[in-house]
């Protein structure tokens, strides 16, 4: 069980491993973390995620070894190891015959190859029907000598991936909960459309698709849920659970004729909703650290982090008990 014991250790371990101009900013981070409510009550009470190892995992990734993970690199390369080293770690079963979903990318230059990474957890009861998670790992690699390290976007979708996939094995869901970490959203969500055209499940059992990009950075702790405009229904879901507190959940970025502010097709969970498969898209406004090599890890909010992957562990747990409600909104 995470403690603030637990939180002193893992944030003390954090503050002596950067450089001395980024303390001053962990122990602020420490104290609103260990300040009495500032933790999601829930995450405080009975965390599900394994904190010191998701920021483990957003912190490796993000690290310059990793060389902003652009897809069809040799980092991106790098970067689908990791991943199938942590899915395997936890024990988590493949989708297809392997973890490895090969596809080309297209549109940059020929014969580069990206991979999604999928994992299957079934479902404890005989029902077929499956909740999609995803997030994509890929980012922009080193461009003009600068490496877009991509800590938020998305390397804290990836690393709750691994943590909540984690918690699902311990504690199943219903319903099988199919674990994706595509590659090459960067470059045109090509990992979600790849997985659709050679998809490792049946499209028609996919009831919903959950796509994390961008939910570790926020100062006034404002998490969006894209999604609702399109299926009212999962706002009342959304609404009526019992969510950590501490991190507002707000609805919107899904009104058509609002250009950019409009994230319905903003990245994975597009190709799906174009398939007429219900998505919910959570996700941060963007920041001074979108698409910017000052997307690092520690310009992350850490507590916003912790309680962003719990407010996430409980939607599932929703969604999965309102199944036949989310089914329902399928389209044809
Ligand atoms: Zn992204």
Not at 37 to 62: F, K, M, V, Y
Not at 115 to 143: Q, V, W
Not at 156 to 174: D, H, K
């Amino acid at each position: 069980m995470e403690t603030a014991g637990g939180w002193i250790s893992m944030v003390d371990s954090i503050i002596r491993s950067q450089r001395p101009v980024h303390r001053v900013k962990y122990f602020i981070l420490l104290f609103f973390a260990l300040a009495p409510g500032s933790i999601g009550a829930r995450a405080q009470d009975s965390p599900r995620i394994n904190s010191e190892s998701l920021l483990s995992h957003i912190q490796t990734l993000s690290s310059d070894e990793f060389e902003g993970r652009l897809a069809g690199s040799e980092s991106g390369f790098k970067t689908q190891k990791y991943l199938i080293d942590a899915f395997s770690g936890i024990g988590l079963p493949v989708c297809a015959s392997e973890y490895r979903q090969e596809f080309e990318i297209r549109g940059r230059q020929e014969g580069l190859e990206g991979a999604n990474i999928l994992g299957l957890i079934r479902g404890s009861s005989e029902n077929t029907d499956i909740i999609i998670l995803s997030a994509h790992f890929d980012h922009l690699g080193i461009r003009g000598g600068m490496i877009f390290n991509g800590a938020d976007d998305n390397a804290s979708g990836t690393a709750a991936l691994i943590e909540i996939a984690a918690y699902f094995l311990e504690n199943p869901l219903a319903h099988s909960l199919l674990i994706a970490a595509f590659d090459a959203e960067e470059s045109g969500l090509q990992g979600a459309g790849a997985f659709l055209q050679n998809p490792c499940v049946e499209v028609d059992r996919i009831s919903i698709i959950i796509n994390m990009d961008m939910i570790s950075r926020s100062q006034s702790s404002e998490l969006y849920a894209s999604g609702t405009f399109h299926y009212p229904p999962l706002k009342e879901i959304l609404t009526n659970m019992d969510a950590p507190e501490n991190i507002h959940l707000l609805f919107g970025h899904d009104l058509p004729d609002t250009g950019s502010d409009d994230w319905t097709l903003a990245s994975d969970h597009g190709p799906f909703f174009q398939r007429g498969i219900p998505y919910l898209y959570f996700g941060v406004e963007d920041h001074e650290g979108y698409h910017n090599p000052s997307d690092d890890f520690e310009n992350i909010t850490l507590p916003f982090y912790v309680n962003a992957v719990e407010l996430l562990v409980d939607v599932i747990i929703e969604v999965d008990n309102n199944m036949d409600m989310v089914k329902a909104l399928r389209q044809p």
